[in-house]
């Protein structure tokens, strides 16, 4: 982070607006990739839910992206923090930030990252930050119906046809790899652990692999085997196409600043 | 100068609020949803707590504009409207006289809501009695519809299309 204050002073807020980051820009990224789907589902019925998630999710982001602006010293918004970092500035996990593909891909993505987000919410209504807790409240309970509407649709893909079968198998191939990366912790995120902020990300793994696998064997679909996991988002190291979801998502405060309607 | 907010009560204050409908729900107030968690009168005016029903509800900005509107049409001049996420708003906050409001709307309203439960996945819900004959005949559609809070049903005896407010 350009801004980030290197006294020792300021860690422990360079930890949290860090922290708050990853939290908030997975949610910011995955509700737009899912806006992408308003007027183009395969139904309207799933159009409508679609987009109710993706409002969840937007809107989670703007409670975490304007707490992490409230402890910055910077003087930024949460929309300054949405519209004016560029991609090497964003925290969010690759996993979110890939195309939205087929309904199979969008629906296993959805149901892989549900299951974390579920995990991490229910631990972080514990944080020792009020504010954190209130949020990860509010978190927890939506994404239950987040779990359960897309674990639905995973067992009637899995379930259904040939067609619906070999498509979600081949999603759940490409998006397994980038699963590792939700799990991973770091120096920043163990020392809020240690101050009862944060939860260790390396804790969710278990939970998240007991409900999952048990999904993709009800469904019919075979767990991968991977060898490599990606990762990097974490860092600001991600791949070509959160540039373009960034352009899309930010074009007219960067062409407008500050501007409003 | 003493501000004419202090002439209220509180209990006052909450009546102002409770003719404060819902924009997505017309038939509930704020209060009766159980968005105002609080009215305080400050020295200098009047400090509403609300809670938000869902992150992503763009009703929010509407519900705090005709809060603090409602207050300002009863002479308070100075309004200040905080967010409070905790406790997290639950359904189950909305009273039994407002549940009969919704009903009578048209709107099935929620059953008890569990967040401590296991999540059920590929499993039936339990049948949503139908608001317009009472039937519990029905069958889910969406679990989403003309807003996040609400699911889609149809009833199997009347064949009337309704929504239910989710329990959350």
């Known amino acids: ?138 978190m927890h309970k939506e994404a239950r119906y987040h779990v359960r509407h897309s674990g639905d649709w995973m067992l009637r893909l899995g379930l259904g046809t040939d067609e619906s079968h070999a498509r979600l198998q081949a999603a759940v191939d490409d998006l397994w790899r980038y699963t590792g990366e939700m799990f991973l912790t770091d120096e920043v995120e163990q020392r809020l652990v240690a101050a009862k902020i944060a939860v260790d990300s390396s804790t969710l793994e278990d939970p998240w692999k007991t409900r999952v696998l048990d999904v993709l064997k009800q469904a019919g679909i075979t767990t991968p085997e991977v060898v490599w996991m990606q990762r990097g988002g974490r860092m600001g190291r991600h791949t070509e196409h959160l540039g373009h979801l960034l352009a899309e998502m930010q074009v007219l405060q960067r062409q407008h600043p500050g501007a409003t309607w | 100068m003493v501000s004419r907010a202090v002439s209220f009560t509180r209990a006052e204050l909450m009546a102002v609020l409770d003719e404060v409908k819902d924009p997505e729900v017309p038939v509930l107030s704020v209060v009766e949803l159980g968005v105002v968690r609080d009215v305080e009168v400050l020295d200098d005016g009047v400090r509403v707590t609300v809670t938000p029903t869902y992150s992503g509800c763009p009703a929010m900005a509407a519900i705090e504009h005709d809060i603090a509107h409602a207050l300002r049409a009863h002479g308070v001049a100075n309004v200040q409207v905080r967010t409070s996420y905790l406790p997290a708003w639950t359904t189950d906050w909305i009273p039994a006289a407002a549940r009969e409001k919704l009903r009578a709307y048209g709107i099935a309203p929620p059953g008890p809501a569990d967040h401590e439960a296991p999540v059920q996945i590929g499993r039936r819900r339990a049948a949503v009695r139908c608001p317009f004959c009472g039937s519990p005949h029905t069958q889910l559609r969406s679990e989403f519809g003309s807003t996040a809070c609400k699911a889609i049903h149809v009833c199997d005896e009347c064949r009337q299309p309704f929504e239910e407010f989710k329990a959350i």
């Open chain 1, 1 to 138: 982070m350009s801004r980030a204050d290197s006294s020792a002073a300021a860690q422990p807020r360079n930890d949290n607006f860090q922290y708050l980051l990853r939290l908030g820009d997975d949610r910011l990224v995955l509700g737009h990739r899912l806006s992408e789907w308003c007027g183009h589902a395969p139904i309207l019925e799933e159009d409508i839910a679609l987009a109710n998630i993706a409002l969840d999710l937007v809107g989670e982001a703007n409670l975490l992206l304007t707490l992490a602006a409230n402890g910055e010293a910077g003087g930024r918004d949460a929309d300054a923090l949405a519209y004016t970092r560029d991609a090497i500035d964003y925290r969010n996990c690759l996993l979110v930030e890939l195309p939205r593909g087929d309904f199979a891909v969008t629906v296993a993505r959805q149901f892989l990252f549900s299951c974390h987000a579920l995990a991490q919410s229910d631990a972080l209504r514990q944080s020792a930050n009020t504010d954190l807790s209130g949020i990860a409240g509010k």
